[in-house]
Each structure stands twice: as structure tokens, then as C-alpha cells.
């Protein structure tokens, strides 16, 4: 399996870690186990955060802050006087050899830059995987999620998070809304059928006109083939127009020629009139035979109530662009806690999503009410009314229909505005019909004052012209409608695709999670149940083609599939999580071959803290379990220290202790009992024996608990559950009686210059020092003689080692009193 570990961490200015000049310097072995504790506030958790950002390029527990709480100004330490965080990761490649070090730094005005290898940034997003990073709120967040949000995190920890994601946003494609919004159905469907319906009148307007010229009907004109050559006849047996259609299309003819060359037959200004009045009547005529009635007026007004009922109840305009605005923002994959309130910055405990969207529902209703008022107006063909208030209103007048059409594109008439409309069309068509007599009593004079003939052929080129602005309309209609038919028809094509595609990628994702949740759940219930010694069985219970995932207990006690989140108890419930998360690690870890555990057994108790740590050493991680990751422990508990200095021991583990503040700096202190002997002996050297003695006997307390902890000496339970029972005398009680019993017995490893060693130095410890310092009595000791006891403390650990190998000076622990 190829990966990377982590060979070492270099942090200055970031979070809790301030070593301005002097970064602090964590070194790890990939095949080894490294536990770092620390007291609460010196700067664990700031290496987890370190790593986080260097990874991921954010700190998720200070983004999720208010915004009142400027989380961002707190990623560099405060007290760095250049405001500058630096963090470099040393990437150890499995199985090449090569190391990699990338320089992830944080400038003062939050710029992040990366610096190494030319693929720094691929190989940081190579690493930026769920089980990474874990600590106590991850496990929790797990736990108490919904299950749509559990299950996509859980498809990140099986190497599907893109997958996962590109399901989200298909989805977010296909949805009818978004779509709708995005391509601008709602605008496409609003112009074809206005276009459908000035198709419609133009029709209509057509065949009327028809009709007039040649006098066929309405099913004549549909059966003709070329209505045009009909309508071109028609004017063409009229000898006095007769020039001006010879060699000519219909389309063609010029009619204000045909009019002009009728003035001048008869030679007056009578014709004309009659022509303009012709025209005038056609067009009044059609202005008034709107098609509109009461029916028609009612279904809009009721719609337009509705309306107006339902936004009442919803709200304002400008609360549903501030939820549709919320929605937007809350609905990314990018936005993950959909419980923060992207506009206020609070938490909440339940879903902001599932709350706007509650509240975006009767806005819903609104928008479909609209739609069936536009429909209305359209169908109708309301447009209509604009042109006949511009016909009848007087110059002094200011336009009102005109104002309230155009609302309809914004979705906004009102019940008072439709029956403004309807109040407004009976007065102008009054007007409309008191001018329409006016017209037909001056046409009826001029056509009694005229020839018959003349009267026929003046009305007959004005119908043919009427006709011939008709079918102009008519096919710049039709040429409009196909073209937007044609992008509807297209907005279809890519909505039916986004459908079947989201459909499609939504089964192969939830089949490809299936198969590899079938896979975890087994090692899942393995892991927990070398953590929890319970009868108690885990199961996650994942629908068909869903991407929820739920957490369920397929055995509790003598219970069968039961809720898990309603009975375990808090650790139970951590250690479910932690199964988990482990499980899926080693199935599916990818190219990150290590972990880092921050405080993940806070809720445990003792017992199942240690077992957490079995497990973790001998069934997860190396050297353990040759193909698994490098694990990377941070804990305060002073308990879980001792497991670890104990464990220290081996070869397989490493323990460092962190030391230090915010303010000044932070220090590993893996070598803390040679820090205490150099600091001792320099203060000997200075002649300051007070400071010196009272440090000799720290010294003497970390070589002797040594001793205990390497040779595995037994010692009473009170001594090893107890620190205020680790006194020097215990524990040289202890080493003594375990050495007299092994030679007693004749199994002691010790050769015998060792065995008297011990005596001799024993002796040099506590006369010199021991039964002086315990009255309390500074006065009787010389420098030089407390430098003698140091080396009798160096000497007296040394009868515990070996030299390995021989020769080499490289002395080494026994394993214990009676074996190497």
C-alpha cells in the first residue's frame, strides 16, 4: 500500500504555539506509535489545529464562531510579534524513501500560501481525508447528526466524498426550482405563450381581412393552398389597380400606390377620407371585439385575491428575498453545518435549512398563484388593453393599464388592480363605440356622396393592405414562436438529461457505499467490541439508493434492533463512532497513511480508555498491523500518561510530554529526566546547592521510576494508583525487594559486579543524601559531594543495562530482573 506519513511537524505563531525564532519540532517514526501529552492550555490542541490548517486551510471550530467573535483574527498566536504562522508538514513517502516538505504559512491579513514541491497543493488535498484529523467533537458530531448529514461524512471516511458531492450537485442541477430559476423556464414559457397568443389574433385579424377581399369563408381559406394568389386575384380583376399587381406577389403590391392612383381617378379628397375611415373602423372594431368577458374578469380577480390573501399570510417581498437569499447559501455542499444561520453567525440545534425552507413554503403558493395569473392574463390576451387605452385616453390622460400589465411580469397584480382593469375597459370601449358611430355616420355620408364603385374599390385595397400587415405580423409571430419553442425545447432536453443523470449517479453512489459499508460493518463490530466488553452490537443501517445513514443496535443485551443513540450511554456512543471511523481508516484509507487523535477518550473511563489503546496498538495501527496507518495520540489525561510512559518502554511506541506556554513557547520533553540533571549539575557547578539539591532529588525520582518502569519491577497498588505514594524510599523499597527476591530464588539477570554495585550506590545515595535532605538540613551538604551523588544515581540505574551489542558501548534495559 503506497501513502504518506508524517515524519516530523515544525509550528511557530500558530494558535497556542508562539516560539517566535525557535519553532517547536515534533519527530515521528512511521512505524511506531507516538503519544504527546501535555497539560490542558500548553499547545496539544494547537498541533491539531496546526495540521488542520496546513491540510485543509481553515480551523473549523473557530469558523463555526459568531461572527461577533472574529474567529479568524485568532489562527496566530497573539502573542507572535510578527503575526505570522508558520507550519511545516515533512511527508515521508511508503515504500519510495523520498521525503517531502511543505511550508504552509498564514500572513497577517489571513492570506495562506504553500511552499515545496511543485505538487504541494495536490499532495495536501491528497491528505485532506476524514480520519485524518479526529477528535472528541468529530465523534460527537457523528453521533448526534442527522442521518442525511452522518452519511455524507461517512462516504468521505470510504473514499467517496467526491462522489458524494457530485450526487449533491446533480441534484442541486435537477432541482425543478434552481433548474427553472437558472435557465429562465418561467421567462421562455411567459413568451411563447404570448407569442401564441399574438398568433392567435393575427390569425384571427387574417382571415376577417381575407373574407373581406374575396369574399370566401374561414374554411375556404384554410383549404386553399396559397391563400395569397386567391387574395392577389381578388385585386388584380379590378382594372384600375389592375397595373399595379401585374408581375407581382401579393406581398409585393404596393398599396399606397393603388390608393393614390384611385384619388386621382375621381379626383377628389372624399376617397381618401373614406380610405382613412375604412382603416380607422377596422381597427376600432377590432380594438372593442376584444374576446373578454366576465368570465374572463372573474378568474383573473379571483386568482388576484388568492393572491393577495396568501402573501398577506406569508409575508413581505422582501422576507421572501432574504429566505430565498438564506436558502441559496445554506443549500452549497461547501456550507456543511446547515444548523449555523449564514446571515446572524448562531448555532442552532436543529436545521436553519429545514427551517427556511418551512418558512419559503407559503411563497411557494404566491409563485403558483402567479403563474395562474399569468396564464390567465394571457389566455385572455389582457395585453390587448394597453392598445385600446392608448386609443381612447386624451392627451391630458396618463397611462394606467400600461403601468398594471407590466406588473405582471413581476408577479405583483392585486384584486384592486384587476378591477381597476376591468373599471378602465368599460369606460374606453364606451369611448371606443361613441367614436365608432362618429365614424360610420361620416363614412355613410362620403360613400352616398361617392360612386358605388368607388366606395367598393376604396374598401377593397384597404383590406387587401389590412391583409397584407396581417400576414406580416402573422409570420414574424410564427418565426418568433419557433425560435423560442426551439429554446424551450432545449431547457427540456438538458432538464430531462440532469434527471436521468442525477437519477443515474445517485444509484451508482449509493451502490458503491453499499458495498463498502457491507465491508466496514464487520471490522466495525470487531474494534467495538474489544473497546466496549458488553454484548452489545453495532450496525449501520444505510436505505436503498438513500444517503442517509442510521445508527442502529442489531443486539442490546437480549434486545434486537433497537435505537443506538436513545440507549448507549455517552462513551458507548464514542466508542460506536470510533469503530467507525477506525474501521473505515483501514479499508479505505487512501493516500494518508497516518491519523491524528486528539482527546477521543475524554468520555471514556478507565477501563476503556486502556482497552481504546489495545486496540489501537495491536489490531489498528503499526507496527501492530503491518499494512496499518501511523497513529498520532494527543491526550491530558494524566492517567492515559502513565499507560503511555509505560508503553514508551517498547519499541513500538514513543512518548512526548509538552511543556511551556501560550505566551512564550511550547518544548517537547521527552527527555526530561537529562533536562533535570543538566539544569542540577549546572546549578552544583555555580554553587548554588539549595537550587541544586532541591532538583537532585526530582533526578533521583525520574531514574528510580525509570528503573521500576523498564525492569517492570512489581509494586503495591497503592504505589502505582497513588503519585503522593511515589516517594524515593518506596520506591528504592520496591527495587530492593525485587532484586533480593530474584537472587533469592537464583534467577536474577545481574551479573555480580552489577548486584554490588546497587549496594555500594544505594549506600552513597542515602548516606550522602537521603537521611540529610529528610531534616530538612541544606547546611551539611557540599557541592562536590552532591555532584558525587548524581553519579552514584547515574551508576545505580546503569547496574540495570546491558551493553548491546558488546563493545559498542550502547547499553540497553533488561527486559526484566531475570531475563535480557
Same mark, same amino acid.
Given at each position: 500500500m503506497s501513502g504518506w506519513f508524517l515524519q516530523s511537524i515544525a509550528i511557530e505563531g500558530f494558535r497556542g504555539i508562539n516560539n517566535e525564532g525557535d519553532?517547536?519540532? +515534533?519527530?515521528?517514526?512511521?512505524?511506531?506509535?507516538?503519544?504527546?501529552? !501535555?497539560? $490542558? &492550555?500548553?499547545g496539544k490542541s494547537s498541533i491539531f489545529d496546526a495540521v488542520s490548517f496546513a491540510i485543509?486551510?481553515?480551523?473549523?471550530k473557530l469558523d463555526a464562531l459568531p461572527a461577533s467573535e472574529s474567529g479568524a483574527e485568532y489562527y496566530i498566536n497573539r502573542f507572535h510579534h510578527a503575526g505570522v504562522g508558520r507550519i511545516v508538514l515533512t511527508l515521508a513517502s511508503d515504500g519510495v524513501g523520498t521525503a517531502a516538505a511543505i511550508t504552509v504559512t498564514r500572513q497577517p491579513d489571513g492570506t495562506r500560501t504553500v511552499a515545496g514541491p511543485s505538487n504541494a497543493e495536490a499532495l495536501l488535498a491528497e491528505l485532506d481525508r476524514e480520519f485524518v484529523l479526529?477528535?472528541?467533537?468529530?465523534?460527537?458530531?457523528?453521533?448526534?447528526?442527522?442521518?442525511?448529514?452522518?452519511?455524507?461524512?461517512?462516504?468521505?471516511?470510504?473514499?467517496?466524498?467526491?462522489?458524494?458531492? +457530485?450526487?449533491?450537485?446533480?441534484?442541486g442541477l435537477a432541482n425543478t426550482r !434552481?433548474? $427553472? &430559476?437558472?435557465?429562465?423556464?418561467?421567462?421562455?414559457?411567459?413568451?411563447k405563450r404570448a407569442l401564441e397568443t399574438q398568433v392567435r389574433t393575427h390569425q384571427r385579424t387574417s382571415q376577417q381581412a381575407f373574407e373581406a377581399l374575396t369574399g370566401m369563408t374561414s374554411a375556404d381559406h384554410a383549404a386553399l393552398a396559397d391563400p395569397q394568389a386567391a387574395a392577389h386575384r381578388?385585386?388584380?380583376?379590378?382594372?384600375?389597380?389592375?397595373?399595379?399587381c401585374t408581375g407581382k406577389g401579393f406581398h409585393e403590391i404596393d398599396f399606397d400606390a393603388c390608393v393614390v392612383t384611385i384619388k386621382e381617378a375621381e379626383g377628389g379628397d372624399d376617397r381618401a377620407r373614406l380610405a382613412q375611415f375604412v382603416r380607422d373602423q377596422a381597427t376600432i372594431e377590432g380594438l372593442v371585439n376584444d374576446g373578454l368577458s366576465d368570465d374572463h374578469f372573474r378568474r383573473l380577480k379571483d386568482l388576484a385575491d388568492q393572491r393577495d390573501a396568501t402573501l398577506s399570510a406569508a409575508g413581505s417581498a422582501l422576507v421572501h428575498a432574504h429566505l430565498t437569499a438564506a436558502a441559496q447559501v445554506l443549500l452549497q455542499p461547501t456550507w456543511t453545518n446547515k444548523n449555523l444561520c449564514p446571515t446572524c453567525g448562531t448555532e442552532n440545534d436543529v436545521s436553519v435549512l429545514n427551517k427556511v425552507q418551512a418558512s419559503l413554503a407559503p411563497y411557494e403558493a404566491v409563485q403558483r398563484l402567479a403563474d395562474d395569473i399569468l396564464t390567465a392574463w394571457q389566455d385572455g390576451h389582457w395585453s390587448a388593453l394597453a392598445i385600446m387605452e392608448d386609443a381612447a385616453k386624451t392627451e391630458s390622460e396618463a397611462s394606467r393599464l400600461g403601468a398594471i400589465s407590466r406588473q405582471i411580469g413581476d408577479n405583483s397584480l392585486a384584486g384592486v388592480q384587476a378591477e381597476e382593469l376591468w373599471t378602465r375597459?368599460?369606460?374606453?370601449?364606451?369611448?371606443?363605440?361613441?367614436?365608432?358611430?362618429?365614424?360610420?355616420?361620416?363614412?355613410?355620408?362620403?360613400?352616398?356622396?361617392?360612386?358605388p364603385s368607388l366606395v367598393e374599390l376604396t374598401t377593397r385595397v384597404e383590406q387587401a393592405k389590412r391583409l397584407n400587415e396581417s400576414w406580416t405580423s402573422l409570420r414574424g409571430s410564427e418565426n418568433e414562436l419557433a425560435q423560442v419553442k426551439k429554446s424551450h425545447e432545449r431547457v427540456d432536453r438538458v432538464k430531462l438529461f440532469l434527471d436521468k443523470a442525477a437519477e443515474a449517479f445517485a444509484a451508482a453512489e449509493a451502490t458503491a457505499a453499499q458495498r463498502r459499508l457491507t465491508a466496514v460493518q464487520p471490522l466495525c463490530r470487531t474494534l467495538f467490541a474489544a473497546i466496549i466488553h458488553d454484548p452489545v452490537e453495532p450496525a449501520l443501517v444505510k436505505p436503498v439508493g438513500a444517503e442517509e445513514l442510521r445508527l442502529s443496535l442489531a443486539r442490546f443485551w437480549s434486545l434486537q434492533d433497537v435505537s443506538a443513540q436513545a440507549l448507549l450511554s455517552e462513551s458507548f456512543r464514542n466508542a460506536f463512532a470510533v469503530a467507525v471511523y477506525l474501521a473505515a481508516a483501514k479499508l479505505y484509507g487512501g493516500q494518508a497513511r497516518f491519523m491524528i487523535l486528539d482527546d477521543v477518550t475524554s468520555s471514556f473511563d478507565a477501563g476503556h480508555q486502556f482497552h481504546l489503546m489495545d486496540v489501537i496498538r495491536t489490531k489498528f495501527a503499526r507496527p501492530g498491523q503491518v499494512d496499518g496507518p501511523q497513529v498520532i495520540l494527543l491526550s491530558h489525561d494524566t492517567l492515559l500518561e502513565k499507560l503511555f510512559n509505560k508503553n514508551a518502554n517498547g519499541s513500538d511506541w514513543q512518548h512526548?510530554?509538552?511543556?511551556?506556554?501560550a505566551r512564550t513557547a511550547v518544548l517537547p520533553q521527552s527527555n526530561a529526566s537529562n533536562r533535570v540533571r543538566d539544569m542540577t549539575v549546572s546549578f552544583l557547578k555555580a554553587g548554588q546547592v539549595e537550587d541544586g539539591a532541591l532538583r537532585l532529588r526530582q533526578y533521583l525520582e525520574y531514574k528510580l521510576l525509570e528503573v521500576i518502569g523498564r525492569i517492570n519491577i512489581p509494586v503495591p497498588v497503592d504505589f502505582a494508583l497513588d503519585d503522593t505514594k511515589k516517594q524515593v524510599q518506596s520506591a528504592l523499597d520496591a527495587i530492593q525487594a525485587a532484586v533480593a527476591l530474584h537472587q533469592t530464588a537464583g534467577q536474577i539477570v545481574l551479573d555480580q559486579q552489577q548486584q554490588a554495585g546497587l549496594q555500594a550506590n544505594v549506600a552513597s545515595i542515602t548516606g550522602n543524601f537521603l537521611a540529610h535532605y529528610a531534616t530538612g538540613s541544606t547546611q551539611a551538604f557540599s557541592a562536590s559531594s552532591l555532584l558525587g551523588v548524581v553519579a552514584a544515581i547515574d551508576a545505580y540505574a546503569q547496574c540495570f543495562t546491558y551493553e548491546d551489542p558488546p563493545g559498542s558501548g550502547n547499553r540497553r534495559y533488561y527486559r526484566s530482573l531475570s531475563r535480557r
Amino acid at each position: 500500500m503506497s501513502g504518506w506519513f508524517l515524519q516530523s511537524i515544525a509550528i511557530e505563531g500558530f494558535r497556542g504555539i508562539n516560539n517566535e525564532g525557535d519553532p517547536l519540532v +515534533l519527530n515521528f517514526k512511521d512505524a511506531c506509535i507516538t503519544s504527546i501529552s !501535555a497539560p $490542558n &492550555g500548553v499547545g496539544k490542541s494547537s498541533i491539531f489545529d496546526a495540521v488542520s490548517f496546513a491540510i485543509r486551510g481553515r480551523i473549523p471550530k473557530l469558523d463555526a464562531l459568531p461572527a461577533s467573535e472574529s474567529g479568524a483574527e485568532y489562527y496566530i498566536n497573539r502573542f507572535h510579534h510578527a503575526g505570522v504562522g508558520r507550519i511545516v508538514l515533512t511527508l515521508a513517502s511508503d515504500g519510495v524513501g523520498t521525503a517531502a516538505a511543505i511550508t504552509v504559512t498564514r500572513q497577517p491579513d489571513g492570506t495562506r500560501t504553500v511552499a515545496g514541491p511543485s505538487n504541494a497543493e495536490a499532495l495536501l488535498a491528497e491528505l485532506d481525508r476524514e480520519f485524518v484529523l479526529l477528535d472528541h467533537d468529530t465523534f460527537q458530531s457523528f453521533i448526534s447528526d442527522r442521518d442525511l448529514d452522518r452519511g455524507r461524512s461517512f462516504a468521505g471516511l470510504l473514499n467517496l466524498r467526491q462522489y458524494s458531492e +457530485l450526487r449533491q450537485e446533480l441534484q442541486g442541477l435537477a432541482n425543478t426550482r !434552481a433548474f $427553472n &430559476g437558472h435557465c429562465g423556464t418561467a421567462a421562455l414559457l411567459q413568451q411563447k405563450r404570448a407569442l401564441e397568443t399574438q398568433v392567435r389574433t393575427h390569425q384571427r385579424t387574417s382571415q376577417q381581412a381575407f373574407e373581406a377581399l374575396t369574399g370566401m369563408t374561414s374554411a375556404d381559406h384554410a383549404a386553399l393552398a396559397d391563400p395569397q394568389a386567391a387574395a392577389h386575384r381578388a385585386l388584380d380583376q379590378i382594372p384600375l389597380v389592375k397595373p399595379h399587381c401585374t408581375g407581382k406577389g401579393f406581398h409585393e403590391i404596393d398599396f399606397d400606390a393603388c390608393v393614390v392612383t384611385i384619388k386621382e381617378a375621381e379626383g377628389g379628397d372624399d376617397r381618401a377620407r373614406l380610405a382613412q375611415f375604412v382603416r380607422d373602423q377596422a381597427t376600432i372594431e377590432g380594438l372593442v371585439n376584444d374576446g373578454l368577458s366576465d368570465d374572463h374578469f372573474r378568474r383573473l380577480k379571483d386568482l388576484a385575491d388568492q393572491r393577495d390573501a396568501t402573501l398577506s399570510a406569508a409575508g413581505s417581498a422582501l422576507v421572501h428575498a432574504h429566505l430565498t437569499a438564506a436558502a441559496q447559501v445554506l443549500l452549497q455542499p461547501t456550507w456543511t453545518n446547515k444548523n449555523l444561520c449564514p446571515t446572524c453567525g448562531t448555532e442552532n440545534d436543529v436545521s436553519v435549512l429545514n427551517k427556511v425552507q418551512a418558512s419559503l413554503a407559503p411563497y411557494e403558493a404566491v409563485q403558483r398563484l402567479a403563474d395562474d395569473i399569468l396564464t390567465a392574463w394571457q389566455d385572455g390576451h389582457w395585453s390587448a388593453l394597453a392598445i385600446m387605452e392608448d386609443a381612447a385616453k386624451t392627451e391630458s390622460e396618463a397611462s394606467r393599464l400600461g403601468a398594471i400589465s407590466r406588473q405582471i411580469g413581476d408577479n405583483s397584480l392585486a384584486g384592486v388592480q384587476a378591477e381597476e382593469l376591468w373599471t378602465r375597459r368599460t369606460e374606453y370601449r364606451t369611448r371606443l363605440l361613441q367614436r365608432l358611430d362618429g365614424i360610420r355616420a361620416e363614412r355613410q355620408a362620403i360613400e352616398q356622396r361617392l360612386p358605388p364603385s368607388l366606395v367598393e374599390l376604396t374598401t377593397r385595397v384597404e383590406q387587401a393592405k389590412r391583409l397584407n400587415e396581417s400576414w406580416t405580423s402573422l409570420r414574424g409571430s410564427e418565426n418568433e414562436l419557433a425560435q423560442v419553442k426551439k429554446s424551450h425545447e432545449r431547457v427540456d432536453r438538458v432538464k430531462l438529461f440532469l434527471d436521468k443523470a442525477a437519477e443515474a449517479f445517485a444509484a451508482a453512489e449509493a451502490t458503491a457505499a453499499q458495498r463498502r459499508l457491507t465491508a466496514v460493518q464487520p471490522l466495525c463490530r470487531t474494534l467495538f467490541a474489544a473497546i466496549i466488553h458488553d454484548p452489545v452490537e453495532p450496525a449501520l443501517v444505510k436505505p436503498v439508493g438513500a444517503e442517509e445513514l442510521r445508527l442502529s443496535l442489531a443486539r442490546f443485551w437480549s434486545l434486537q434492533d433497537v435505537s443506538a443513540q436513545a440507549l448507549l450511554s455517552e462513551s458507548f456512543r464514542n466508542a460506536f463512532a470510533v469503530a467507525v471511523y477506525l474501521a473505515a481508516a483501514k479499508l479505505y484509507g487512501g493516500q494518508a497513511r497516518f491519523m491524528i487523535l486528539d482527546d477521543v477518550t475524554s468520555s471514556f473511563d478507565a477501563g476503556h480508555q486502556f482497552h481504546l489503546m489495545d486496540v489501537i496498538r495491536t489490531k489498528f495501527a503499526r507496527p501492530g498491523q503491518v499494512d496499518g496507518p501511523q497513529v498520532i495520540l494527543l491526550s491530558h489525561d494524566t492517567l492515559l500518561e502513565k499507560l503511555f510512559n509505560k508503553n514508551a518502554n517498547g519499541s513500538d511506541w514513543q512518548h512526548i510530554r509538552l511543556e511551556g506556554t501560550a505566551r512564550t513557547a511550547v518544548l517537547p520533553q521527552s527527555n526530561a529526566s537529562n533536562r533535570v540533571r543538566d539544569m542540577t549539575v549546572s546549578f552544583l557547578k555555580a554553587g548554588q546547592v539549595e537550587d541544586g539539591a532541591l532538583r537532585l532529588r526530582q533526578y533521583l525520582e525520574y531514574k528510580l521510576l525509570e528503573v521500576i518502569g523498564r525492569i517492570n519491577i512489581p509494586v503495591p497498588v497503592d504505589f502505582a494508583l497513588d503519585d503522593t505514594k511515589k516517594q524515593v524510599q518506596s520506591a528504592l523499597d520496591a527495587i530492593q525487594a525485587a532484586v533480593a527476591l530474584h537472587q533469592t530464588a537464583g534467577q536474577i539477570v545481574l551479573d555480580q559486579q552489577q548486584q554490588a554495585g546497587l549496594q555500594a550506590n544505594v549506600a552513597s545515595i542515602t548516606g550522602n543524601f537521603l537521611a540529610h535532605y529528610a531534616t530538612g538540613s541544606t547546611q551539611a551538604f557540599s557541592a562536590s559531594s552532591l555532584l558525587g551523588v548524581v553519579a552514584a544515581i547515574d551508576a545505580y540505574a546503569q547496574c540495570f543495562t546491558y551493553e548491546d551489542p558488546p563493545g559498542s558501548g550502547n547499553r540497553r534495559y533488561y527486559r526484566s530482573l531475570s531475563r535480557r
